[in-house]
T-cell receptor, first 110, second 114 residues
Framework: GENVEQHPSTLSVQEGDSAVIKCTYSDSASNYFPWYKQELGKGPQLIID?????GEKKDQRIAVTLNKTAKHFSLHITETQPEDSAVYFCAAGSGNMLTFGGGTRLMVKP | DAGITQSPRYKITETGRQVTLMCHQT?????MFWYRQDLGHGLRLIYY???????DKGEVPDGYVVSRSKTENFPLTLESATRSQTSVYFC?????????????FGSGTRLTVV
């Protein structure tokens, strides 16, 4: 089955700096790569996703990149703000099944 | 309100008791999932269901039972709760099909087994 590794497990940045979270996956059949943000006391919420036929996708301050050859994908957050502080999960899968990474706790210091 | 709701939000139970966590979705999504979230383990799949009366095991199914008699409900039962089942439980759903648009999660149930 699919295995997703996520790094780092914790990340602390200064407000205004950029943050990068990286994930690798094992199953070359995976074709869908969503990212979720989980705020304290809430369920994970989809923030951005990318499919295997696309190399990069942007939505305002967040962007995702995908390298199918190397089987890794990354989340980039620019101009971080305190409200970006949360746990972020990557996931990989195909069809209706997703496998999640272990999560990254992002702390943005004002 | 439309969406996916979990109940209760918090539950304390004793070791050996049976407890059922509820999950209800209003979209008629075909797929539903149960995850547990523990520190250091991320989200681990317990059980999932592709449709009413179709369920399958995930990564950590031992000690849990599920049923899906109606498309909108997917209860998770701990038949004899153990302390190791203390966790936060999330239900999720997706409208199955060729295009995967990601899961929608409920707000979670924090379960403590004492």
């Amino acid at each position: 089955g699919e295995n997703v590794e996520q790094h780092p497990s914790t990340l602390s940045v200064q407000e205004g700096d950029s943050a990068v979270i990286k994930c690798t996956y094992s199953d070359s059949a995976s074709n869908y790569f969503p990212w979720y943000k989980q705020e304290l006391g809430k369920g994970p919420q989809l923030i951005i996703d990318i499919r295997s036929n696309v190399g990069e996708k942007k939505d305002q301050r967040i962007a995702v990149t995908l390298n199918k050859t190397a089987k890794h994908f990354s989340l980039h957050i620019t101009e971080t703000q305190p409200e970006d502080s949360a746990v972020y999960f990557c996931a990989a899968g195909s069809g209706n099944m997703l496998t999640f990474g272990g999560g990254t706790r992002l702390m943005v210091k004002p | 309100d439309a969406g996916i709701t979990q109940s209760p939000r918090y539950k304390i139970t004793e070791t050996g008791r049976q407890v059922t966590l509820m999950c209800h979705q209003t979209w008629s999504h075909s797929y539903m999932f149960w995850y547990r979230q523990d520190l250091g383990h991320g989200l681990r799949l317990i059980y999932y269901s592709a449709a009413a009366d179709i369920t399958d095991k995930g990564e950590v199914p031992d000690g849990y039972v599920v049923s899906r008699s109606k498309t909108e409900n997917f209860p998770l039962t701990l038949e004899s709760a153990t302390r190791s089942q203390t966790s936060v439980y999330f239900c999720a759903s997706i409208n199955g099909g060729a295009s995967n648009y990601g899961y929608t999660f409920g707000s979670g149930t924090r379960l403590t087994v004492v």
